[in-house]
Structures are given as C-alpha cells and as structure tokens.
C-alpha cells in the first residue's frame, strides 16, 4: 500500500499544511506499552505521522498549525463488517422478528436499486462519526462501492462476497469472479479481497477456493458463521430457511453435511490466522476455543444481531480466551447507523462495567488493522503511520 496515495483524514482542518500536530488531553496511541499518553500531542509531516509524546516534550518546538481536541485522540477506526450497498434499505426490514422473518423482508425490499448517492452518503456519515477504514462486503455492487471506498476512505477493504453451489468451469477448474467483481479486482487490486456469504448458502467446494485465492493473494478472508439457529438446522437440511432456500439457491442434488457451523468450517479449513469469522452468536465455549486454537479473528455486530433478534455474542468468553475480537455494524438493513461509538454505547448498556476504552479501541483499531492486513500502516498512532485519528466523545472518553 502506497501511504503518499492516501487522503489525509484528520481532525481539524490541516490538511493543507505540510507541518503539523494534534493536542489534545489524552492520545491513545494503542502502541504496546505506551498505549495512553497524558497531556498528549501527535506531530506530523504531510500524510505521516512523525512524533507522538508527552506535550511537555515538544512544547518549545512545535509547528505553525495545532490542532487542540477536546477530549480523547484515538487511532482511526476500523469497521470490520459493513454491506454499503444495502445502505438505500434503512428502515425497509423487520426487526426483532428473527432471521428468517428479516431475510424475507430483505428479499421483498429493492435490493437491486444500489445507488452510488446513498453508498457515498453512508461511507460520508461513518467517517464523520470517527470510522476512516472499512470492511465492505460487496455482493452485487463491488465495483461501485470499492470506487466510493477509494475516494472517500482510501485504506479500506472490500470483500467480493461469493455465493451459491455453482461448480467449477472446465477446462481450467477454476471459479470465475462475476464480472461486477472481477471489474473491482482489476481496478483496485490491492483493496479487493474475497468473503464466502455462510456455510448454508454457499457450497463447500466454493468456500474452499475462494479461501485458497485469499490465501495465495496474502488477503484476509470473511464468513458469516453461527448467526442463528436457522444456520444450524439448514445445514441438516431442516427448517423453513433451507425450504426456501432450496427454491431458489440450493440444488436438489446437494447433501446436507450434517455439521455444526463451527465443526464444518473447521473441517473445510476456513479457519486460521486470516480469516475474519462474523457475528458468532450460536457457539458453546468448546467451539469458541477453536478460534483460539486456529487463531481465527473475530467479529462482533452487537446492535444489528439485535435489531435481527438473533440474540448476543457471548464476547466475555471470547475475551477470556484471547480470541482477536473486532467490531462492526453490519448494514443500514439491520441498524439504525454505522457508528462504531454506538455499537460500544450499545456494549456498555448491556454490560456497564466489563468494558475498558483501551479493550474497546483495540476491537476497532489494532486487532482490525492487523486481520486487513494493514498494521504496518494504521492501527496506532506512531511515527511513520498514516494520520488519521477520531476523536473519542466525551461520553465515552472517561471509561
């Protein structure tokens, strides 16, 4: 990745000078060790941050331009799972119904009519609220949100979400990008990776190639895994999900394997150092211990697993196990924002007094910048990384 490509994402206006710092009461800079400084001020050149310290440090040499924040200076945050191009089907799903009941409102919604004008918006509102990379899954749009991605949020990842139980073409064996996708891959090669949908809705033999290319490209991975119980039961080829499912995406020929998510994916060698396995709401802490043991990241969509009714991630166990955890929002379909701040607002309502600022910011800074693929870039805040902050509000900053 080319820093110098980068638009400088700061709080302030200083993007029009060459010689510049941030003050401001406290700066999380998420570097081991050294992960809060006190009193605390980042001094940069250009797109490049060049000095993060005490104030007391630098005060007799500081440039022309300060930038004084009010409260807490954090890393830029990641939003490591979001579909921007669902962000035109705000308030057209049911909520609190179940997965089913919302998948089929999703389906009944214009879910084709993606526009450039409310991708843009979305990706403008989630920065404005302290997000400056992004993890999309592109489906149908690719092309178009990687583009958006691009202009307005340069450090982000855009995974071209593969699914159905098409087999491989011959003579090559190979499975083609549809072309939306392959457009993306071609204009932003470094940016686009690829996401298998979920074990039900996609064959496993295409799971396995689509994770063997992330793994020959040196790219993550993605997969929605253990969401709802409707997973589990289409993956024994019961329930009302894989009855509709075989309607339309799964083929009469197809064998159900019978498998827990968690065992499946395991089995078919999605899981390890890579991968980013999402949502992970239905898995017993026997199950949690194998993300532990693969090394396989972890993403958390607390308030849209809400508004689904899918129920909670149990992230107090995956915390006490060490499992890489990340925090996303999923769509404007099953959330009323994309604001990280809110999911952590969220997090601390249902559970005011197990959560740190430090733990949090690691969900939505290093830990993401590390599975994207990105920490030598951001993550934290130290010389040589790309200046782009948030802004911790100040509701959130004492914690």
Known sequence: MVVDELSLIL????????????????????????????????????????????????????????????????????????????SHLKGATVSGKGFLAWVKSLMASPMQAVDEHHVRTAVRRMRD???????DIATRRPELTSKVLAEDLPLSRIFAEFIGFSGPQPPSREFPWPPTALEALK???????????????????????????????????????????????????????YAMLSQSLIPASHVPPEKRPMALAHELGL?????????????????????????????????????????????KTMRKLNIPLCLG????????????????????????????????????????????????????LAPGKLAAFSVVPGDLSGL
Not at 129 to 135: E, K, M, P, S
Not at 271 to 299: I, Y
Request: hydrophobic share 45%.
């Open 129 to 135: 609220q302290g997000t400056v990379f992004a993890a």
């Open 271 to 315: 899981l390890d150092s890579s991968t980013l396995a999402v949502h992970c709401v239905r898995l017993s802490a026997d199950e949690l211990a194998v993300f532990k043991e693969t090394g396989t990241s972890l993403c958390l969509c607390p308030r849209s697993n809400e508004y689904i009714g899918v129920g909670q991630a149990d992230w």
């Open 187 to 241: 204009a932003y090669p470094d940016k686009v990776s690829a996401a298998g949908h979920a074990l039900y809705s996609t064959s496993a033999e295409l799971l396995q190639h689509v994770k063997a290319w992330c793994r020959r490209q040196g790219k993550p991975f993605s997969i929605h895994l253990a969401e709802h119980e409707g997973e589990e039961m289409a993956l024994s080829g019961i329930g009302e999900l």
């Open 11 to 86: 709080p302030g206006d200083i993007s029009g000078h060459d010689l510049w710092a941030v003050h401001a009461p406290v700066i999380w800079t998420m570097v081991e060790g050294q992960e809060r400084v006190a009193d605390g001020i980042a001094l940069g050149q250009g797109h490049t941050i060049t000095a993060v310290g005490p104030y007391s440090q630098f005060q007799r040499d500081l440039p022309a331009h300060v930038v004084a924040v009010e409260t807490a200076l954090a890393p830029g945050l990641f939003n490591s799972h979001v579909h921007l191009e669902l």
């Open 329 to 380: 929002t999923d769509s404007l379909a099953s959330n009323t924002d994309l604001s990280l701040w809110n999911e952590l607002r969220f997090l601390l309502e249902k559970s005011p007094t197990h959560i740190t600022l430090a733990e949090a910011l690691m969900w939505m800074t290093v830990n993401p910048a590390r599975i994207m693929g990105y920490a030598a870039h951001a993550g934290t």
